[in-house]
C-alpha cells in the first residue's frame, strides 16, 4: 500500500511540477495571482514590484527575474519585456505570463540555458502597461466586432502615441548637430502624459535598460525605430518613408533574431501582409508619433523594437498554446542578445565609478553612457570598432576593439583627469561612500554559483 502511495504521491508531484500556467485569458485579479504564483514558485530568483498605477489605479506590476532580484550587479545587463500597451491586444499579455512561468521552472529543472540567462541577465517582465483598457476588452471578449474597444487607456489615450516627441530634436539635431542621444524631456512632461506613460517613463530611466521589446498584436512582424518618420512632408496616414537611425544594421538583426527564432513570422506572409524576413522598419510601414520604441533610443540606453504577435488581437483561448509554441524560442533568443557586443567600467584614476560618462562609437552616431554604478553596455555587430569614452573633466581614451559574433567584449576605460582638481566629479552613487571597485572577472565577482490595411486600423 504505501508503494502504492508513493507512486501516487511522485504522480502527484510530478503534475504538479510540470503544470504550466494554463493557456487562459488571464484578467487582472489572474494575472496579479499568476504572479505572485510564479514568485513563490522561485522565490530566489524572483521579486514582483509595482511601477505605478493605471487611471483607474490598478497596478501596474513588473516580474523581475535574476539571480540577485532587487540588486544591480555591476556588467549583468537589465533587459525588459512590455505587453498589452494596447489593452485590446492581449497575445503579449499572455506569453509574458507563459515566460515568467516557463523561465521559473526551467531554471527549478537545471535547465543550463535558463539557468545562465537567469545569473547573466537581469529580465524585468511587464505583461500589462494597460491594465484598464484589457478589462474593457475582455469584457467584450474574443470575436466580437470592434476591432478598437479597449485599445486606449481609460482616459482614451493611445499609450503608443503618448511618449514625448524627440524625434524631431533629433532629426534637427542630425542636420545641425546637437546631442545624439539622451536627448532631455520637456519641462513639464508630467502634465503632458499619462499616468501608465508616466510610470513608464519613470521606470525607464531608474534603471539602466540595454535591451528591450514592446508586444503588441494585430499584424505579425518585428518592427523596429524610427516609427517616426523623417520626412516631414510624408507623415500621416498610408504615408511611409524609411526612417534608419544609426544603429540600423543592428536593430535589423535584432528584429531579425526574433523573426526567424519565431514559428512563422520569417516567412513574411502573414494576415494578408508581406514583410521580407518578418521585420520592417516603423516608419517606412506607417509613421507614428510619440511612440515608445523611438523614445526608448533617443532618451536612455535602452534598444527597443516592436513586436506584433498575432493577425488576431485578441486570439481565442485555443489560440494561445499555439501562439507560445510559436514564439517560445523567440522571446528566449531575444533577451540572449543582450550579451552582446562590448560592456564594462568606466572609472577614474583611483578606481571611483564615473556614471554618466559617454561612450561613442566612430561612425555611429548614436552614444550611451555609462549607469548609475559606473558600468555600461554597447550592443554592436561583429567587427572592429574605435571606441572613445569621455567624461567631463577628464582625458577622453579611445580604443580599438574587435567584437566576434558570441560573448560580449570587455573594454574597461579607467580616466585621468584633464586638469587635476579643476572640475567636479561626477560620482556614482554609492550609499554615501565611494565605492571602489575592482573590476574581476564575473566567476570572482560572484559569490556562488498594420502595412496598415485601412479597415483594420493600427497595430
Ligand atoms: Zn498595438
Redesign the pocket.
Given at each position: 500500500m504505501s508503494e502504492l502511495l508513493s507512486v501516487f504521491l511522485r504522480l502527484l508531484l510530478l503534475f504538479k511540477v510540470v503544470t504550466p500556467v494554463t493557456f487562459r485569458h488571464h484578467r487582472y485579479d489572474d494575472l496579479v495571482r499568476t504572479l505572485y504564483k510564479v514568485r513563490n514558485e522561485c522565490p530566489q530568483i524572483t521579486r514582483v514590484y509595482s511601477i505605478g498605477r493605471s487611471v483607474q489605479g490598478r497596478h501596474l506590476y513588473v516580474l523581475e527575474i535574476s539571480d540577485y532580484p532587487g540588486t544591480h550587479e555591476l556588467l549583468e545587463p537589465e533587459v525588459k519585456y512590455v505587453g498589452n500597451?494596447?489593452g485590446n491586444?492581449v497575445l503579449g499579455r499572455e506569453l509574458l505570463l507563459q515566460l515568467s512561468e516557463f523561465l521559473c521552472e526551467e531554471f527549478r529543472s537545471g535547465n543550463q540555458r535558463v539557468t545562465r540567462l537567469v545569473q547573466d541577465t537581469r529580465i524585468h517582465i511587464l505583461p500589462s502597461m494597460n491594465p484598464d483598457g484589457y478589462e474593457v476588452a475582455a469584457a467584450q471578449g474574443p470575436n466580437v466586432p470592434g476591432y478598437l474597444v479597449g485599445r486606449n487607456n481609460a482616459n482614451g489615450v493611445d499609450l503608443?502615441r503618448n511618449f514625448p516627441d524627440l524625434n524631431t530634436y533629433i532629426y534637427y539635431n542630425e542636420k545641425h548637430g546637437g546631442p545624439n542621444h539622451h536627448l532631455p524631456l520637456p519641462d513639464n512632461w508630467k502634465s503632458q502624459v499619462e499616468p501608465e506613460t508616466q510610470a513608464v517613463i519613470q521606470w525607464m530611466r531608474s534603471f539602466n535598460f540595454v535591451l528591450s521589446a514592446n508586444l503588441?498584436?494585430?499584424a505579425v512582424v518585428a518592427n523596429y525605430p524610427y516609427d517616426k518618420s523623417i520626412e516631414h512632408r510624408v507623415r500621416g496616414f498610408r504615408h511611409t518613408a524609411n526612417s534608419p537611425t544609426p544603429d540600423d544594421k543592428l536593430f535589423q538583426k535584432l528584429a531579425k533574431v526574433y523573426s526567424y527564432a519565431h514559428g512563422w513570422m520569417h516567412q513574411g506572409w502573414n494576415c494578408g501582409d508581406y514583410f521580407p524576413d518578418g521585420i520592417t522598419n516603423g516608419a517606412s510601414w506607417y509613421s507614428l508619433s510619440k511612440g515608445m520604441q523611438d523614445f526608448n533610443y533617443l532618451h536612455t540606453n535602452c534598444f527597443e523594437i516592436t513586436l506584433e504577435l498575432s493577425c488576431n488581437k485578441f486570439p481565442r483561448q485555443e489560440e494561445l498554446q499555439r501562439e507560445w509554441l510559436g514564439n517560445r524560442e523567440a522571446l528566449i533568443q531575444f533577451l540572449e542578445q543582450v550579451h552582446h557586443g562590448i560592456k564594462g567600467m568606466v572609472l577614474d584614476e583611483n578606481y571611483n565609478n564615473l556614471a554618466g560618462a559617454v561612450i561613442s562609437v566612430s561612425g555611429i552616431n548614436h552614444d550611451v553612457t555609462s549607469g548609475d554604478h559606473g558600468d555600461y553596455f554597447r550592443l554592436l555587430l561583429p567587427g572592429t570598432y574605435t571606441v572613445t569614452a569621455t567624461a567631463p573633466g577628464f582625458d577622453p581614451e579611445t580604443v580599438t576593439v574587435t567584437v566576434g559574433p558570441a560573448e560580449p567584449v570587455l573594454v574597461n576605460f579607467q580616466l585621468t583627469r584633464s586638469i587635476p582638481q579643476a572640475s567636479p566629479l561626477r560620482r556614482a552613487p554609492s550609499g554615501g561612500r565611494k565605492s571602489k571597485v575592482k573590476v574581476q572577472p564575473r566567476a570572482a565577482r560572484k559569490k556562488k554559483m498594420e502595412r496598415k490595411q485601412p479597415w483594420r486600423g493600427?497595430?
Open positions: 500597451m494596447h491586444e503608443n503588441h498584436g494585430g493600427p497595430a
